[in-house]
């Protein structure tokens, strides 16, 4: 789902109902409608710190005062402008000067509607700055580790209708594409063939959508790669992908290599997936002392209430986790898994899928998904298709 809503602001009879259409399938959400730009100043009221995209048709010249007076009246929002082909040569410069993010030629083209819509998205998901990175890391061979990534990111974008991105840090052989069932076009390694090139856009095209608020980008799953890209790489990637999500978790393989400490170091949750067993726990304590201060969160996976010694309470004293939660041993896991799909889509009423819920509940609140929780911001060096005409021929 494209996050911004959208106010069509002097949209003609001919103009209007495509928009509405390519709207409809960018599924974006449509605020309000307007016939020209007095009518959006005078009684369009947004929130504070809520952005809406404008979309609006520029007839003639004559209108370019108009555009700059709706710029200028909501600062930060921003602004496609549509042209007629034959005025597009000299209105070009000067829309953008009056405040248009991007402009696109009419008759609306529904893939350079979609492109100009794509560059707006990274524009303002940048300027934003809004994701949160959660690293899920497991501490034992065979712990669950990406099953649980997977559906904790699945959840968190069903639940909390947001955009989640979820990234596989395995540089050698990954099994995030199996696990779903899905055979991506591209990979991790793939990506960061050549690091000189990575920016949002390309990343943004390299995702594999499970759903439209899920998105994911597996490690190599065809075979092992003979090359590991530079940890800074991988990193910079895990900075772009959270100007294009609200959340964005990273299922990191328990390698205890750099990587693996940096990863966890860089982001803003840690979630260490544990066993009840003697190995785990201890790996468990290991990772939290060289974190710190920087106290991890613990999910039991397949957990057993009954089984001495290992209770919840117990590795609560233990390892001085964040949170503590517990995910129920249930075979409908392994066949969601067997069967390449989320366990919502296999099992709506798992236990392990209710107290995966309950993760959820805590990590990310109802009302503030989409988007709301503070990170820092950073800016994008350059962006492909910024303030740029789209004209396919």
């Excluded at 369009?44 to 007076?69: M, P, Y």
Aim: aromatic share 6%; hydrophobic share 40%; with cysteine.
């Amino acid at each position: 789902m494209y996050y911004l809503r959208v106010c069509p602001v002097g949209c003609d009879e001919d103009t209007l109902p495509t928009v509405r259409r390519e709207l409809a399938n960018c599924n974006a959400e449509t605020k309000a409608e307007f016939p020209d730009v007095s009518r959006a100043i005078d009684h369009l009221w947004l929130d504070e710190g809520e952005v809406c995209l404008f979309i609006v048709q520029i007839a003639s010249a004559e209108k370019l005062d108009d555009l700059k007076r709706l710029s200028g009246t909501f600062v930060g929002c921003p602004v496609m402008a549509l042209v007629g082909e034959k005025n597009a040569p000299t209105l070009m410069l000067k829309t953008m000067r009056m405040g248009a993010s991007q402009v696109v030629t009419l008759p609306l083209r529904a893939e350079d509607f979609r492109e100009a819509m794509d560059c707006i998205a990274l524009q303002t998901r940048t300027a934003a700055g809004r994701a949160r990175t959660i690293a899920v890391s497991g501490t034992s061979g065979g712990c669950g580790c990406t099953t649980i990534a997977i559906n904790l990111a699945y959840e968190v974008s069903f639940l909390r209708k947001t955009r989640c991105i979820l990234l596989e840090l395995a540089l050698r052989r990954g099994s995030l594409a199996d696990h779903l069932d899905i055979r991506p076009s591209y990979s991790m390694t793939d990506l960061l063939a050549e690091p000189d090139r990575l920016d949002s856009y390309l990343l943004q095209h390299a995702l594999t959508n499970v759903t439209d608020d899920f998105s994911v980008l597996p490690g190599p799953y065809e075979a092992a790669a003979s090359e590991v890209p530079d940890v800074n790489d991988v990193l910079k990637l895990v900075n772009l992908a959270k100007h294009l999500a609200s959340e964005v978790f990273l299922d990191v393989p328990c390698l205890y290599d750099d990587l693996h400490f940096r990863a966890l170091a860089a982001a803003n949750e840690v979630i260490l997936v544990v066993e009840q067993t003697v190995s785990s726990i201890r790996a468990a304590s290991m990772i939290c002392s060289t974190l710190g201060e920087q106290r991890p969160s613990l999910i039991v996976n397949r957990y057993n209430p009954k089984m001495e010694g290992f209770s919840a309470k117990r590795l609560r004293e233990l390892l001085k986790p964040q949170s503590l939660w517990t995910v129920a041993k249930d075979d409908a896991v392994v066949t969601a898994t067997n069967n390449g799909t989320p366990l919502r889509l296999e099992a709506p009423k798992s236990p392990a899928l209710a107290d995966l819920d309950r993760v959820v509940a805590d990590l990310v609140p109802e009302g503030r998904g989409n988007g709301s929780r503070k990170t820092e911001s950073t800016f994008l060096g350059r962006l492909t298709r910024a303030l740029t005409l789209s004209h396919k021929d």
